[in-house]
């Protein structure tokens, strides 16, 4: 079975509220790398059920997650596209990678720990299993590479743990070198995008205050008020890297402004260096409708033809389809699966 050298897979969940930081730190890499790679790009609908959804959220989200997809500018034609649930490889495997992985492994995922919190009896077995089931989602596919937001590194750590175990424990079974082990592309200057109210948590979907995050569905006036209200401290902004240390807020408003305009942070500092906030957030907030404005109208353009995007999802599940089953046949022979 041939192994491909650069087959991209990543996913995000449609759990509603995506945000800056999803567009960021995964969406928006998703868009160059089809230039060079083979790419799969998953609505992880799987995932998001291991917190509670509601059903008609659930599809709506879905449809959300890949026009975003579409409106950043992945090609639904030449990649693959499409919703977790309709690849039956995703579950199959997660059982079999579950029979490989380790609870001291899974006890050290700090996601688990943080979204389960004080309350860890009551947290969904599927929760707990998360990342395994993520390890599932991009070996059922030999993907080589995956681009994810910081936040996902210890997961695809251990994705690559649960590779090397498989392939290690069905070495004299024609599992040896079975899986490659997946390289994490964190690109950019926003890979941990943080909350707008809070520097020290990063900005994330289920977070209570919706001035926390800017959304791809925000308008103008949305994104305007949001960036004026967050969070900064009464200094202007240095003009040297070394002074954002100990500054998260103006660190993170620096780091979305030179993602938005595909510079560095350093470049960013040397234009708006002894500014007030006073007058970078209103330079911020123009930067980031003029690069937002575009997908939010092109995503709710798309949002009114659900039939074409549940096409893109059909046919995206078919080709996924068709590059899992002969893995998951050869995983299966691997084991003593008759
Ligand atoms: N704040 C962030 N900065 C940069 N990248 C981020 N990602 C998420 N938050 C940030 C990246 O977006 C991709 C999809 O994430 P996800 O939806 O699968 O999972 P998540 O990390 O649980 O997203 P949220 O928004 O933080 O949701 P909640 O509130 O449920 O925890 C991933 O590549 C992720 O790294």
Redesign the pocket.
Known sequence: MEQPTNRVF????P?GNL?L??Y???IRNFVGLQETHECIYCV?DM?AITVWQDPKELAHNTREVAAAYIAAGVDAEKQVIFNQSKVSAHGELTWVLNCVARMGWLNRMTQFKEKAGKNRENASVGLYDYPVLMAADILAYRATHVP?????KQHLELARDIAQKFNNDFAAFGGEEFFPLPEPLIMGA????MSLRDGSK??????PSDMSRITLTDSADDIAKKIRKARTDPEPLPSELEGLKERAEADNLVGIYAALADMTKEAVLQEHGGSQFSSFKPALAELANEKLSPITGEMARLMEDTAYIDSVLKSGGERADAIAQPILAKVKEIVGFV
Not at 10 to 13: A, C, P, Y
Not at 148 to 152: E, F, K, P, T
Not at 202 to 207: A, F
């Open positions: 990543s996913g995000v969940q759990t945000h930081g999803n960021l730190g995964a992880v995932h994810v937001g910081d936040d996902q926003a890979t941990r995008v990063k900005m994330s979907k289920s977070d």
